[in-house]
Every structure is written in C-alpha cells, then in structure tokens.
C-alpha cells in the first residue's frame, strides 16, 4: 500500500471511531436528561461524592475539610466533626479554591 493509501485508510476508521464515540455522548446525554427528570430537585450527596465530582469538573479533589471551611464561610450549617479540636481550622481550604468548590455548591443548590 502506498503512503496516502494508509493515510487514509487511517483517516477513515479514525472518523468511524469518533462517529461511534459522539453517537455513545448523545446517548449519554439523553439517558442523563431522563434521569435527572425523574429525580427530586435538589440530590443530597455525601462530601466524598462532591470530591469526586469537583475532581472530575476542577481537576482537582478537595479535602472535606476544604468543603467543611467553605460551607461555614457561606453561612451553610455545619455539624461538629467528631475529629475537629477547639475553634479553629488546621487546614483551611487555599483561596484560589475557593471559587471552584462555591461554584459546586451553587450547581447543587446548596445555595442561590
């Protein structure tokens, strides 16, 4: 075979690939907008949960502790974790983290 005919031949199951992976996202999403018509307005997820998903979203996995630090900074009510000593944070979540983990509350509707 010469040259271009692998050129193309390559050409031509790379654009069968895509086509079968852009016809799966449409099912997804389809699948994804049932889904959700059918669930309550406001999903509760665990902080595990939010970590994955911001993970997925931000590129980076908060530590609950982050999550913990902004909940209070927006006025979310807080539970006393178990393993928290005194009043103040060991950890608190970096400002440039900040925007990213509001952000999630807002999708989930954990706030306006």
Do not use: S
Request: with cysteine.
């Amino acid at each position: 075979m010469k040259t271009d005919d692998w050129a193309r031949l390559l050409a031509y199951v790379t654009g069968l690939i895509n086509q079968q992976v852009l016809l799966r996202n449409e099912y997804l999403a389809a699948e994804n907008r049932i889904l959700r018509a059918q669930l309550p307005k406001r999903l509760r997820l665990t902080d595990p949960q939010r970590c994955t998903l911001a993970e997925q979203h931000h590129g980076f996995q908060p530590k609950t502790c982050w999550i913990a630090h902004c909940k209070e900074l927006q006025g979310v009510p807080l539970r006393k974790a178990a393993n928290r000593r005194g009043k103040e944070r060991l950890d608190p979540c970096p400002p440039d983290k900040r925007t990213a983990i509001i952000q999630a509350f807002r999708r989930f509707g954990m706030l306006p």
